[in-house]
Nanobody, 119 residues
Framework: QVQLVESGGGLVQPGGSLRLSCAAS????????INWYRQAPGKERGLVAA???????NYADSVKGRFTVSRDNANKTAYLHMSSLVPNDTAVYYC?????????????WGQGTQVTVSS
């Protein structure tokens, strides 16, 4: 059984920074692409940042230059470092692991962590 646990969310002022963590249990982490999504009230969940198994990264245009995604395979943890935060970054942030297995892929999701950017 695989579990993803996000942490690090909270209330931050505009211009501030936060680092989200996504800790995985089980043995699939190194075989997984890790994606960070967010969902604001009344909006659809959207991809924010992604890091492939080989470390390549990809970002939504709205966060390029402000957010950095990274992974530590030895500790089975992924991170999303967010800086220069603005109120529009307010959302529940979800970690997704897309595990590439012999028979195909499986998606795992964390429970989400709230990020609120407000003065």
């Amino acid at each position: 059984q695989v579990q993803l646990v996000e942490s690090g969310g909270g209330l931050v002022q505009p211009g501030g920074s936060l680092r989200l963590s996504c800790a995985a249990s089980g043995s699939i982490f190194s075989r997984s692409a890790i994606n960070w999504y967010r969902q604001a009230p009344g909006k659809e969940r959207g991809l924010v940042a992604a890091i492939a198994r080989d470390g390549r990264t990809n970002y939504a245009d709205s966060v390029k230059g402000r957010f950095t995604v990274s992974r530590d395979n030895a500790n089975k943890t992924a991170y999303l470092h967010m800086s220069s935060l603005v109120p529009n970054d307010t959302a529940v942030y979800y970690c997704n692991a897309k595990a590439y297995l012999d028979f195909g892929t499986i998606d795992y999701w964390g429970q989400g962590t709230q990020v609120t950017v407000s003065s």
